[in-house]
């Protein structure tokens, strides 16, 4: 069962509650942030073409690449992941991390994901289209969980 906060529409789910399959909005391009959406006038939030990471991915990931920090608490972990990660994936992007929110179901997980693309220009856009980047990235963390476009927030912990 997930921890629910805030009325239980923030959760942080378990990782095998981690979806695997994106939602509608998730899976929409958005457009450029910033510009006006046509049908309702409103102007056009950012949003991160990222890879969602639950806390256990990221702790997994300190425990391969720095074994001497196994015991070490969770939250150390995530601060430790969040300083080493970008020194393990490619350069080619100079990929960000970002505070993003995961819709599952009708609630919202608040989460870190590695940001593939923003939706500042339509050029970092076509970042979303690159398959080979998005795998090489997926295999380093040894995550499965596909990217998609979500708000970017503020920092959570």
Known sequence: MPSRSRESVIITPGLHEV????????RTTPPVAGSIHPE???????????????????C??????????????????????MDVVQNYLPEEWNLELA???????????????????GNRTEEEMQKQYDDKLIKRIQDILNV??????????????
Request: charge should be positive; charged fraction near 20%; hydrophobic fraction near 40%.
């Open 144 to 157: 499965k969980t596909p990217p998609g476009w979500y708000f970017v927030t503020e920092e959570y912990y």
């Open 40 to 58: 309702t006038g409103a102007k056009t939030r950012e949003k991160a073409f990222s890879i969602p990471l639950h806390l256990e991915q990221m």
């Open 99 to 117: 505070w993003i929110m995961v819709p599952i179901g009708k609630q919202l997980w608040h989460t870190l994901g590695i940001v593939i693309c």
């Open 19 to 26: 979806p695997l399959q994106l939602s509608k909005s998730a």
């Open 60 to 81: 997994r990931f300190i425990d391969h690449f720095h074994p001497d920090l196994y015991m070490t608490p969770g939250f150390e972990k995530l601060a430790k992941f």
